[in-house]
T-cell receptor
Framework: DAGITQSPRYKITETGRQVTLMCHQT?????MFWYRQDLGHGLRLIYY???????DKGEVPDGYVVSRSKTENFPLTLESATRSQTSVYFC???????????????FGPGTRLTVL | AQSVAQPEDQVNVAEGNPLTVKCTYS??????LFWYVQYPNRGLQFLLK??????LVKGSYGFEAEFNKSQTSFHLKKPSALVSDSALYFC????????????FGKGTRLHILP
């Protein structure tokens, strides 16, 4: 039972390069989320998705692009990486987050991204 | 807009003593409230949540939290701390019925001293 996985776990890239972080979940959860974790800021939501082909911006979406063609995958792309995007990125999923309930989010192990 | 505050960056507690990690929130409606824990080099793990009903919520690893609507607080507590409880703790809130997003606090690092 893999749950939710992220790849790569560690990535070093250079300013201006495009980087894609992968997230895959095996539960068929409707909702998926991308967060970044930085000292002094805690966890901040980048983008989220309520279902396949439905995505919405979070608190800090600038410089990021997401897609969700399949329920189980939610890749995050940095189109032109900047040093300020050096961070630890977490993907999460939940069964639902709508008015009927407040379901638990399940987090992946994270990707540590360094932009030089 | 919803927000959540964890006023302490770090809390130090001696092993065996009771611990409290503070959280206050702000929402325009009624809240869903959560606590998560993060161990080193790991993702966040769910501890407990408040949706409705009893103000005292019990969760994993002996933790509990008390919802106080008048003080807009949701403090995490444990009667007797263990060294293994040392970790980073996050409080989170969602405005019930208004938004799909959960907003996390900045986290409180809990150190349990042997």
């Amino acid at each position: 039972d893999a749950g939710i996985t992220q790849s790569p776990r560690y990535k070093i890239t250079e300013t201006g390069r495009q980087v894609t972080l992968m997230c895959h979940q095996t539960w068929s959860h409707s909702y998926m989320f991308w967060y970044r974790q930085d000292l002094g800021h805690g966890l901040r939501l980048i983008y989220y998705s309520a279902a396949a082909d439905i995505t919405d911006k979070g608190e800090v979406p600038d410089g990021y692009v997401v897609s969700r063609s399949k329920t189980e995958n939610f890749p995050l792309t940095l189109e032109s990486a900047t040093r300020s995007q050096t961070s630890v990125y977490f993907c999460a999923s939940s069964e639902s987050a709508g008015r009927r309930g407040a379901d638990t989010q399940y987090f992946g192990p994270g990707t540590r991204l360094t932009v030089l | 807009a919803q927000s959540v505050a964890q006023p302490e960056d770090q809390v130090n507690v001696a092993e065996g003593n009771p611990l409290t990690v503070k959280c206050t929130y702000s929402v325009s409606g009624n809240p869903y409230l959560f606590w998560y824990v993060q161990y080193p080099n790991r993702g966040l793990q769910f501890l407990l949540k408040y949706i409705t009903g009893d103000n005292l919520v019990k969760g994993s690893y002996g933790f509990e939290a008390e919802f106080n609507k008048s003080q807009t607080s949701f403090h995490l507590k444990k009667p007797s701390a263990l060294v293994s409880d040392s970790a980073l703790y996050f409080c989170a809130v969602r405005d019930r019925g208004r938004d799909d997003k959960i907003i996390f606090g900045k986290g409180t690092r809990l150190h349990i001293l042997p």
